[in-house]
C-alpha cells in the first residue's frame, strides 16, 4: 500500500478489506484530523484490535517519527486497568500505525447524547476512573491534553457495585510531537475547544493540571448535559475559557449539595496553581462534596450535627496574593443565551 491513501479527509480511505502490516482491516471505527481508527484483525495472533493509523505526511517528518516511536514505547509501559493497552507501534509503507485493545461499548459521548445528564453516582465512578487513569500517565511524564468524552470508553462493568468499566485512550502519543515538528503552528494548540486549558490557549507550558482542567469540563457536562462554557464561535469560546468563570453547577442542576460548586470552580480555576495538584485529589473532593460533607474519611453517609457545612472544603490555601482581575470582555466573547440570540 503506497502512502497516497488520504487518511484524514472526510472521503473513504477504501482500506477496509485490505492489509497493513499483519493487520486485517474489518472496519472504521473513528476518524480525526490527523489519523483514523480502525477495527482490525491481528492475523498472528488472532486478535481483534484498534488499530490507528497516521496520516502519511507524519511519517515523513524525521523528528516526528523518533518522537512517536518515543511515546509509544512509554505509553506501552504503562499498565493500568482504566487505559487502553497499547499493543504495538510501527511503520509499514510510508504510515505510521498504533495497534491498541479493542474495546466494545460506546464512548461517553456517545453516552450523554443519549441520556443527557448522568445521575451523581454513575458521574462520581466515571470520573473516579478517569482521574485514576491520568495520574498514572502523569506519573509517567505523559500528559494526555485531550481529555473529552469521546476519549473516554465505557464498557461493561463486572458487578452491580461496578455496572461499568472505563477505559481512556488516544493519549498524546502524536500531539506533544506535532506541536514540536512544525505540524502546529504559533498561536496553535492540540485540543478540544470544549475542554481546552487556558495554558494551552495561550501557549504557556503544560503539565498534569492541564487535564485536571479538561477533566473538570468533561465531569461538569456529566452533570449538566453540556460543557461550563458555551458560545457562539471558536473566539468567543477561547476568551471564556482564559477569562470568564465557569457557571456554578447548582445553576443548571438543582439539588446538588453546595459544596460540588467549590470543588468544581477549583478544578476550572484559570492558573494551574489554583487547581488541584492531582486528578485524583480533585474527584476525591468532589466525590465527598456529592455525599453533602466535605473532608475526613470518605464513607457512607451524610448525616450528624458534627457534619462540616457542605461548602466548607478543606482545601489547602491557595497561593499568595490575589489573582489579576480578567480583562473586560469585547462583545463577541459575552455570553450568549441560546435561542434568544441576545447577549447577557
Not at 175 to 184: I, N, P, Q
Request: proline residues 11%; contains cysteine; hydrophobic residues 40%.
Amino acid at each position: 500500500m503506497g502512502s497516497g491513501v488520504e487518511l484524514p479527509s472526510g472521503r473513504p480511505s477504501g482500506l477496509v478489506g485490505r492489509q497493513v502490516a499483519h493487520y486485517r482491516i474489518d472496519a472504521e471505527i473513528g476518524r480525526g484530523g490527523m489519523a483514523v481508527v480502525y477495527r482490525a484483525m491481528d492475523l498472528r495472533l488472532g486478535r481483534t484490535v484498534a488499530l490507528k493509523l497516521l496520516a502519511p505526511e507524519l511519517a515523513r517528518n524525521d523528528t516526528f517519527r523518533k518522537r512517536f516511536a518515543h511515546e509509544s514505547r512509554v505509553a506501552a509501559a504503562i499498565d493500568h486497568p482504566n487505559i487502553v493497552p497499547v499493543f504495538e507501534a510501527g511503520e509499514t509503507d510510508g504510515l505510521l500505525y498504533i495497534a491498541m485493545r479493542y474495546v466494545p461499548g460506546q464512548d461517553l459521548r456517545a453516552l450523554l447524547d443519549r441520556t443527557g445528564p448522568l445521575p451523581v453516582a454513575t458521574a462520581v465512578r466515571i470520573a473516579v476512573q478517569v482521574a485514576s487513569a491520568l495520574d498514572a500517565a502523569h506519573a509517567h511524564e505523559l500528559v494526555h491534553r485531550d481529555v473529552k468524552p469521546g476519549n473516554v470508553l465505557v464498557a461493561e462493568g463486572t458487578d452491580s457495585d461496578r455496572p461499568e468499566h472505563v477505559y481512556l485512550t488516544d493519549f498524546g502519543l502524536t500531539k506533544k510531537s506535532l506541536s514540536l515538528t512544525g505540524f502546529t503552528s504559533v498561536g496553535q494548540f492540540v485540543g478540544t475547544l470544549d475542554y481546552v486549558a487556558p495554558e494551552q490557549i495561550s501557549g504557556r507550558p503544560v503539565d498534569g493540571r492541564c487535564d485536571v482542567y479538561s477533566l473538570g469540563c468533561v465531569v461538569y457536562e456529566t452533570l449538566a448535559g453540556a460543557p461550563p462554557f458555551r458560545r457562539d464561535d471558536d473566539m468567543a469560546l477561547l476568551w471564556a475559557h482564559q477569562y470568564d468563570p465557569p457557571p456554578p453547577l447548582s445553576d443548571v442542576r438543582a439539588g446538588l449539595p453546595s459544596g460540588v460548586d467549590a470543588v468544581l470552580a477549583k478544578a476550572l480555576a484559570k492558573a494551574p496553581e489554583h487547581r488541584f495538584d492531582s486528578c485524583m485529589g480533585f474527584v476525591t473532593e468532589l466525590r465527598r462534596a456529592a455525599k453533602g460533607r466535605a473532608g475526613g474519611p470518605d464513607r457512607e453517609g451524610t448525616g450528624g450535627p458534627d457534619r462540616p457545612p457542605e461548602d466548607h472544603l478543606d482545601f489547602p490555601p491557595p497561593p499568595a496574593g490575589p489573582p489579576p482581575p480578567p480583562p473586560a470582555p469585547p462583545l463577541w466573547a459575552l455570553p450568549v443565551f441560546r435561542g434568544t440570540g441576545t447577549a447577557a
